[in-house]
């Protein structure tokens, strides 16, 4: 009869132990994040694109003045331009005192203390897609957020190129 008890107890510590360390890995970490900063020359004002993934179906990508972004379905940041429709990636640009945003997706924050304006452009899928191909984004002076797709980018354009062939 001790011996059973005792399994039993082994069992459900076992069991909570596996739940709390689930529990750690899945909420209290912060998944994967990629941030450029980026400096207005006009104003000396850093801006900072960021992207945070955390778990299935939770990516955000946001504009802000820090690095800060949480993940969770209910922490929505007050201080940030943030992308609604789940777009994998942006082109960009910072010039004239202005940083241009090839995705028109953002919500404008609560609490703006932006200095640099920000200017969001509309792209068509088609035109988006053509931006992407072939380095077009280069051509026009852009640069792709996150740095991680240019991989994928690139590798696409390498297939394109053994098809043509």
């Known amino acids: 009869m001790f011996k059973q008890i005792l399994k039993i107890l082994l069992i459900i510590v076992t069991i909570g132990l596996i739940s709390f360390a689930g529990v750690w890995v899945f909420v209290m970490t912060d998944g994967d994040k990629e941030v450029v900063e980026l400096r207005n ?3 000396g004002e850093k801006i900072y694109l960021i992207k945070q993934s955390w778990g299935l179906g939770d990516t955000k990508m946001a ?12 922490n929505s940041p007050k201080d940030k331009y943030l992308e ?4 994998e990636f942006i082109f960009y640009k910072i010039g004239d005192g202005k940083l241009f945003v090839y995705n028109d997706s953002f ?8 200095k640099t304006e ?3 452009i509309g792209l068509t899928n088609p035109e988006f897609i053509k931006l992407g191909q072939d380095k077009n ?3 026009k002076g852009l640069k792709i957020f996150p740095e991680s797709v240019k991989r994928r980018l690139n590798y696409a354009d390498s297939l394109t190129e053994k098809n043509d062939n």
Do not use: Q
Not at 63 to 74: A, M, V, Y
Not at 107 to 114: D, R
């Open 41 to 43: 020359d006009l104003n």
């Open 63 to 74: 504009i802000g003045l820090n690095k800060r972004l949480r993940t969770g379905f209910s």
């Open 84 to 87: 609604t429709v789940g777009t």
């Open 107 to 114: 919500v404008k924050p609560v609490k703006n203390a932006f």
């Open 118 to 120: 920000i200017v969001f």
């Open 137 to 139: 984004y280069e051509k």
